[in-house]
């Protein structure tokens, strides 16, 4: 009880210091991290530059997801909702959003449509998305229709894992084979402030329910934000050591309304830094061209541990990712303002070889890269909540 109520204390001193953080200046913090016993964050250094070598070459059924730069983009994200049971910081603004309206919304025989042209023309993973996707009443039924899809693999999911332990059994049931469940701090009383709501000890249940269930590994994904939950980075890692967890560090990201900061950054570098100084036998896994993590095993853990780098060391070459917003729009790139409406066209009577020339036009106009760091933070963009996660 006593370490718990330090940190605690410890926090409370300093979530001032992040709520106010200010300024743009990233060299300093940039320097200042690569000085931090650099050695290993320069040995385990990646760059997606070259991978377009080893990327597919041709889609087999069709190249309309296939970009101008050669990346075949065989994974779609799929948003099911904008609504939350949650009102985490880096994702909603403090004043909230202007929902989109229901019927605005695509159904679940338009998502059903649309994600079987995706996977007819090469889509092989499909990960449903948020707002948060448990709350939407029909997520049994979209489950079961969407892993029945003759060509999709896998059926994944990103939950903020509040009502997940009740409807997983069944979830399981209905073909969902992969699981994230997002947390961001094991102190229930950080979990309020940044969620603005209760449900740490339900989180923490979802996590064991998924671990029951045979979910191997659980994918933990957690935002680490500098003054708030970044002196808790090897209390994440030890929750590897005897279950089948995989944790997954993400840097901050900008998006609309999340008041990012680059003082709230916590750079991959001082990430591996930290957990390299703490940990024994960290070593490198050799990534899929297409992945987006940078993993690790540590010696003598079950599980595994992951660092995602889209603002420090970005992926973009290998990008494979491709989202259905809840509202119907497309986005082929996580940071890039360009949407193309998909609901108009299907509600407007368009056949599927049509909507197939206009998702394989989106894809053609896809850039190479996402902007730069500090060019990501001006860019125009929705809030996390629309997007996805």
């Known amino acids: 009880m006593r370490p718990c109520i330090s940190k605690i204390v410890r926090w409370r001193h300093s979530h001032r210091n992040f709520c106010s953080a200010n300024g743009t200046n990233i060299s300093p913090i940039l320097h200042k991290s690569s000085q931090i016993d650099g050695t290993m964050s320069k040995m385990y250094a990646t760059s997606c530059d070259t991978v377009l070598a080893d990327a597919p070459k041709a889609n087999p059924v069709s190249d309309i997801l296939t970009d101008s730069f050669g990346r075949l983009h065989t994974y779609l994200r799929i948003s099911l909702t904008e609504r939350c049971n949650l009102r985490c910081m880096y994702c909603m603004p403090a004043e909230g959003v202007d929902l989109t309206p229901n019927p605005q919304l695509l159904s679940l025989n338009e998502i059903v449509r ?21 709350i939407r009443r ?26 997940l332990a009740n409807k997983l059994p069944r979830l399981r049931e209905c073909g969902l084979s992969l699981l994230n469940i997002s ?67 993400i840097e901050f990201m900008p998006f609309d309304g999340n008041v990012w900061n680059v003082k709230k950054l916590v750079p991959y570098s001082e990430m ?96 190479a890269a996402h902007a730069g760091m500090l060019d990501i933070a001006k860019t125009p963009n929705r809030p996390m909540i629309h997007i996805g996660g």
């Open 183 to 249: 947390l961001d701090t094991l102190v229930p009383a950080k979990f309020e402030f940044m969620t603005r709501r209760k449900g740490h000890e339900r989180v923490m249940k979802s996590i064991d329910a998924a671990i029951q269930l045979g979910y191997n590994p659980v994918k933990v994904n957690c935002v680490v934000m500098r003054g708030f939950n970044d002196d808790e980075i090897c209390d994440f890692v030890e929750l590897t050591r005897e279950r089948p967890i995989n944790v997954r560090f």
């Open 138 to 163: 029909d997520i049994e039924e979209i489950c079961l229709q969407l892993s029945n899809l003759s060509g999709l693999k896998t059926l994944a999911m990103t939950t903020n894992g509040i009502v």
């Open 272 to 367: 591996l830094d930290i957990v390299g100084k703490k940990f024994t036998g960290l070593q490198r896994i050799q990534d899929h061209p297409t992945e987006t993590a940078k993993n690790f095993r540590i010696d003598g853990h079950q599980g595994t541990v992951s660092f995602i780098t889209s603002m420090t060391e970005h992926f973009c070459a290998g990008c494979n990712r491709l989202r259905l917003l809840a509202d119907g729009n497309f986005k082929v790139c996580l940071f890039g303002p360009s949407e193309v409406s998909l609901k108009d066209p299907l509600r407007s009577g368009v056949d599927d070889n049509e909507l197939k020339e206009i998702i394989g036009a989106a894809v053609k106009r896809k850039k």
């Open 114 to 134: 649309l994600a079987n042209l995706f996977v007819s023309s090469g889509v092989t993973k499909i990960r449903l998305t948020g707002g948060e996707p448990t």
